[in-house]
């Protein structure tokens, strides 16, 4: 269900109603006990890039996942790419043009709405880690693992080749051409029984 301004202020009105009979009952409420209404915003989204967007001038990062970042570059086939734009568009592609229905489930560090977003009812974040152009952000969620183990067991996306992890790569680990740098790991996709 989502949550309209209107329905919003429903959902208030009758919290202050409730709260209000409960303390004239002398009962004690808990407001984490009551239904909460989650914010949704929703509309023809931007791309920015592999995981994140725009809706209404507001940015939304994609809970869950990790996609390379628009400068970052990958290899497959022996041949470098660049694997940021690539998965920025194919976050465009799975959008189509249609409308976007996003659920905010946080706040990032940059003020960043983080949420699931849908299109016709597909979870984008999903469908991104399961076509290999992004990776399930373990350090916040574990929702798309096995989206990620499947992607990775088909050779998909970025497990065609070898990449960088998003979060390595900000952490200025380089791009997939070039010697993992301290403690860095370049990630191979296809790896056959010999190891190569």
């Known amino acids: 269900m ?46 920015i890039d592999g995981d994140t967007l725009e809706i209404h001038g507001q940015r939304i990062r994609l809970h869950g996942i990790d996609a390379p970042e628009n400068g970052q570059s990958c290899e497959a086939g022996g041949s470098p790419y660049r694997c940021g734009r690539r998965a920025a568009l194919a976050l465009d592609d799975l959008i189509a043009g249609r409308t976007v229905a996003c659920e905010r489930t946080d706040t990032d560090r940059y003020g960043r709405a983080v949420a699931i977003c849908t299109v016709a009812g597909a ?15 373990r350090k916040y969620a574990a929702d798309y693992i096995d989206a990620e183990d499947g992607a990775r067991a088909g050779g998909a996306g970025l497990w065609a080749g070898t990449f960088v992890a998003p979060w390595d790569y900000r952490a200025g680990v380089g791009s997939a051409s070039e010697p993992a740098a301290s403690g860095g790991c370049v990630i191979k996709g296809n790896i056959s029984s010999s190891g190569e």
Do not use: H, K, N, Q
């Not at 409730?18 to 929703?42: F, N, W």
């Not at 999903?126 to 952000?137: D, F, K």
């Open 2 to 47: 989502f949550c309209t301004p209107r329905r919003a202020a429903r959902f208030r009105a009758g919290l202050l109603v409730r709260a209000a009979l409960a303390l004239a009952s002398g009962i004690v409420v808990y407001a984490d006990a009551l239904p909460a209404c989650a914010e949704t915003i929703t509309g023809r989204a931007s791309i």
């Open 123 to 137: 979870d984008l974040g999903r469908r991104m880690v399961e076509a290999g152009w992004a990776l399930a952000y």
